[in-house]
Antibody
């Protein structure tokens, strides 16, 4: 059964870089069935799609974050990662990694989520 | 960018039917997925490709999509259905996943 687990610091200072990693179990990062995605949810608010990466390393980024965002994958560790630069308090959120499937991009499996707070 | 609009809240008595709408420009031409998010938990897919249910999701959950509105219907509502619900589409023109604004379902 596919499982995803986010890891990374829970506190990041303003203007610095937020880095998170998602570790997969139960499937290979090179599985052609899936895109690997990130979604975030500010406290008390709705879901916001961040972006996704395919096994070919093709990336899809939310336009609103594109200038600050990089998604990557590490096949040797079966992981994919998110880097968000120049963070502000508005980047405070629970960050989820997820498996995304199909032409219509349904999100089949979600990690448990990790809270990242941007504060000095 | 493509926008999906949901009512902020829906209230329903146990045993009754809850209907959650998701409005978008010609959403009937897109494929809609629905997620349930209980407090403090990650979302869970409850309906995909407009009308299909993942294994383990009861048939009390059903979806419909036409014209400018998609609808998630929950029949015989139970206390455990109390949660936030989000619709989602893939906007091919922008290559973005788009989520609806979310609906909080309260079981009275």
């Amino acid at each position: 059964q596919l499982q995803l687990q986010e890891s990374g610091p829970g506190l990041v200072k303003p203007s610095e870089t937020l880095s998170l990693t998602c570790t997969l179990s139960g499937a290979s990062i090179t599985n052609t069935t899936f895109y690997w995605g990130w979604i975030r949810q500010p406290p008390g608010k709705g879901l916001e799609w961040i972006g996704s990466i395919y096994y070919t390393e093709k990336t899809y980024y939310n336009t609103s974050l594109k200038s600050r965002l990089t998604l990557s994958r590490d096949t040797s560790k079966n992981q994919f990662s998110l880097t968000l630069r120049s963070v502000t308090a508005s980047d405070t959120a629970v960050y989820y990694c997820a498996s995304v499937r199909g032409s219509f991009r349904r999100i089949d499996n979600w990690g448990q989520g990790t809270l990242v707070t941007v504060s000095s | 960018s493509y926008v999906l609009t949901q009512p902020p809240s829906v209230s329903v008595a146990p045993g009754q039917t809850a209907r959650i709408t998701c409005g978008g420009n010609n959403i009937g031409s897109k494929t809609v997925h629905w997620y349930q998010q209980r407090p403090g938990q990650a979302p869970v897919l409850v309906v995909y490709d407009d009308v299909d249910r993942p294994s383990g999701i009861p048939d009390r959950f059903s979806g419909f999509n036409s014209a400018n509105t998609a609808t998630l219907t929950i029949t015989r509502v139970e206390a455990g259905d109390e949660a936030d619900y989000y619709c989602q589409v893939w906007d091919t023109s922008s290559e973005h996943v788009v989520f609806g604004t979310g609906t909080q379902v309260t079981v009275l």
